[in-house]
């Protein structure tokens, strides 16, 4: 098995001995970025000292921002089915949580869509619980076509990136072929004893089937994975050196790694007490742990849901995370639920301001709230879509793919003062493309946009 936990362990415990200079010198290899090994690593998790660690900090800013440029994409998360076999036992859908479960019918799926659409969602996150008889593949398979099927006005869903269990090879093949984006799995956690402790008497019980499932996934053809752990479940050191190797495995197997980590932590949910939970994350050690990732993947793309409240998604902003969820509801049927005000939400979320309240503060902060799907619908998954991001060029497409999507939501979903505020801020970015030919397409797309074309990228 790939994950080793004496090696891990060991790792940890070296590390602690770490000099100055030693933490110097992998702060000095960071910045030239210089690939850093599995003991620079553990060595950063160590970091106390507050110079050190601004240090740290910066070096992870300035990687996001030459990476990543000012964009930042959105996306929300629907949830079709509470139905659950699993025991997970900081998850309020665990199945021994006695409340109405429910999966939705195709025609309720179509209403939620329609409301993501209203809210001027292009991508979405599929989430549900595992359960072969009560939402089987057949269920996801269709919920997925009723997704891209359902259109509103101007509105439509371009991406559906998908969160369903651990698999088998069949099964992944069959999500290839519905055209979904990234496969979603978190490990939880990568300490097999604390995995094998929070999911007890369920099928997700087995450690080494659940790791292996981007092996199967890849293996059928899947090549754009997203990874996570929830911080809280095991020593949160752990798991970054867990997520860093898991990475390599892939990238040394199958040739490319994760395309993207999310970084959950653990938070209240219905039947679920914060108590029994020795290793929770406090906001000191979860940015620490933010900034680590962003320096040892710089080209993997770092996710954070409304679990953080707003201050701590603006601030993780600046020095790693690249994608955030927007007005989104964690609840089976929770948009429209949310419109009749009855909302049960999986976790309890800590931001709950809308998509245009997020998308001005990101405005008013100097980034460029992105709605672009492009890669995927180019092709540009798996190593292609890594060798760009590492040539550096990716920026020519992000930016302005963000302009152009930023510009279609004021357009059709925005008030006149927001149009504005859109049109003048892709004006004044487009001077600063670099590339000729690039301003040129971007400025005659936005015309097209204010024409009544939609869906324009590179
Ligand atoms: Fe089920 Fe997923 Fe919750 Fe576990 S985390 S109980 S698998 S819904
Ligand atoms: Fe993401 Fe590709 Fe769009 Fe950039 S161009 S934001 S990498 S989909």
Redesign the pocket.
């Given at each position: 098995m790939f994950i080793n936990e004496k090696y891990i362990e060991n790792l940890l415990e070296e590390s602690k001995l770490a000099t100055a200079e030693d933490v110097q010198a992998v702060l000095d290899k960071a910045e030239k970025r210089e690939g850093l090994n599995h003991k620079d690593i553990a060595v950063l998790l160590q970091v106390e000292d507050k110079d050190q660690l601004k240090k740290m900090y910066e070096i992870a800013g300035q990687i996001k921002k030459d990476i990543y440029g000012k964009r930042i994409v959105l996306f929300a998360p629907l949830y079709v089915s509470?139905y659950?076999?699993?025991?997970?036992v900081?998850?309020?859908?665990?199945?021994c949580n006695t409340f109405k479960r429910r999966k939705l019918t195709q025609e309720e799926v179509a209403e939620e869509v329609r409301i993501l659409e209203k809210m001027g969602h292009k991508r979405l996150a599929l989430e549900?619980?595992?359960d072969p008889v009560n939402a089987p593949i057949e269920y996801v398979l269709e919920t997925l076509k009723t997704i891209y099927n359902t259109q509103r006005d101007n509105g439509e869903i371009r991406r559906v990136n998908v969160n369903i269990?651990a698999t088998t090879v069949e099964e992944y093949k069959m999500l290839k072929e519905a055209g979904i984006g990234t496969y979603i799995l978190f490990q939880?956690t990568y300490h097999e004893p604390s995995y094998k402790k929070m999911?007890p008497n369920?099928m997700?019980n087995d450690y080494e089937y659940h790791l292996t499932a981007f092996d199967r996934a890849m293996e059928a053809g899947i090549d754009d994975v997203g990874a996570g752990v929830l911080f809280g479940l095991a020593d949160p050191k752990f798991e970054v050196l867990g997520l860093m190797i898991h990475n390599e495995h892939l990238e040394e197997k199958y040739g490319v790694g994760f395309h993207t980590i999310s970084v959950p932590r653990l938070r209240p949910a219905k039947g679920v007490s914060l108590k029994q939970f020795p290793h929770l994350v406090d906001d000191e050690l979860f940015k620490k742990l933010v900034a680590i990732i962003r320096i040892a993947v710089p080209f993997t793309g770092m996710i954070i849901s409304t679990r953080e409240d707003a201050d701590m998604r603006r601030e993780l902003l600046r020095y790693g995370i690249s994608q955030m969820s927007a007005g989104s509801s964690t609840g089976v049927g929770g948009y429209k639920e949310r419109e009749e005000g009855n909302e049960v939400p999986?976790f309890k979320t800590s931001d709950e301001r809308s998509p245009i309240e997020i998308l001005n503060e990101l405005i008013d902060d100097g980034y460029i709230p992105s709605y672009c799907t492009a890669c995927y619908r180019k092709g540009r998954t798996g190593e292609r879509f890594m060798r760009l991001a590492k040539s550096g060029n990716i920026q020519y497409v992000c930016e302005p793919n963000a302009m152009s999507t930023l510009m279609e939501y004021a357009l059709d979903y925005g008030d006149d003062e927001f149009k504005e505020k859109a049109e003048k801020l892709v004006r004044t970015l487009a001077k600063d493309i670099k590339r000729d030919d690039i301003r040129e397409m971007f400025l005659e797309n936005l015309e097209k946009l204010k024409n009544g074309t939609r869906d324009l990228y590179v």
């Open positions: 509470d659950c076999v699993n025991n997970c900081y998850c309020g859908y665990h199945s549900l619980g595992e269990a939880e999911h369920c997700k999986q």
